[in-house]
C-alpha cells in the first residue's frame, strides 16, 4: 500500500469504525484475511470476520497422495481458525445479503 494511502488511512477519526467481512475460506478467502490482519494489525477501527461454511481449508493439489496412503489426511487439512489472528471467525452458511440495508439484515 502506498505511503499516501497508509496516511489517509490514520488521519480519520478515531470514532470511524470499519468492519470487512470475507465470505468463504478458500484460497482467495485466506489470502485476503491475511493481507488485511497484516495491513490492520494494530489499528483497532478495522473489525475483519470472516465468514465460511466449513471450518477449515482443503489443499485439493495434495488429495492424490492422501489416496495413495504417501500423506495422512491430518497434513492437507487446516483449521481456519489459525489464520485468524485478528479476525473473528463464523461457521456459517451466508442464506442472503441486503445491500440496502447492510450489515442489519444479513443473515446467516
Do not use: W
Request: glycine share 4%.
Amino acid at each position: 500500500m502506498s505511503r499516501d494511502s497508509t496516511q489517509k488511512r490514520t488521519n480519520h477519526s478515531a470514532s470511524a469504525h470499519t468492519h470487512v467481512a470475507i465470505l468463504g475460506s478458500g484460497f482467495a478467502g485466506i489470502e485476503v484475511l491475511k493481507k488485511l490482519q497484516k495491513e490492520f494489525d494494530s489499528d483497532s477501527s478495522v473489525e475483519i470476520t470472516l465468514i465460511s461454511k466449513d471450518n477449515f481449508i482443503l489443499f485439493t493439489p495434495m488429495l492424490p497422495e492422501v489416496a495413495s496412503g504417501m500423506i495422512e489426511t491430518r497434513n492437507v487439512v487446516t483449521p481456519v481458525r489459525s489464520f485468524c489472528k485478528k479476525a473473528k471467525f463464523y461457521e456459517a452458511k451466508v442464506q442472503s445479503i441486503d445491500l440496502d440495508t447492510l450489515p442489519q439484515n444479513t443473515k446467516f
